[in-house]
Nanobody, 121 residues
């Protein structure tokens, strides 16, 4: 069974930094895109950042210039470096990945369960 597990969330003061990690494990043949989402209570889920297998990146306007997504293909891990954190960044951050498992031929989308990020004023 393929699993995605996020880590690195926590409490940080505004202006501080956190780095989130999301490690995929299981029978994985190939990972294409990996993404970070966030959702705060009462808010819509938002795509924060995405990265392709070729390391092309995209960011939400709200985090552009502050967050950096990267990946380590050898470790099947995607990272989100979050700098200059703001209180409005407070949310549950989840990762997903489009990947081909050992039993599949085309990519399927898998989700992690999320990690809480809280930014104080």
């Amino acid at each position: 069974q393929v699993q995605l597990v996020e880590s690195g969330g926590g409490l940080m003061q505004a202006g501080g930094s956190l780095r989130l990690s999301c490690a995929a494990s299981g029978s994985i043949v190939r990972i294409s895109a990996m993404r970070w989402y966030r959702q705060a209570p009462g808010k819509q889920r938002e795509l924060v950042a995405a990265i392709t297998s070729g390391a092309t990146t995209n960011y939400a306007d709200s985090v552009k210039g502050r967050f950096t997504i990267s990946r380590d293909n050898a470790k099947n891990t995607v990272y989100l470096q979050m700098n200059s954190l703001k209180p409005e960044d407070t949310a549950v951050y989840s990762c997903n990945a489009d990947l081909v498992s050992g039993s599949g031929l085309w990519p399927s989308r898998y989700w992690g369960h999320g990690t809480q990020v809280t930014v104080s004023s």
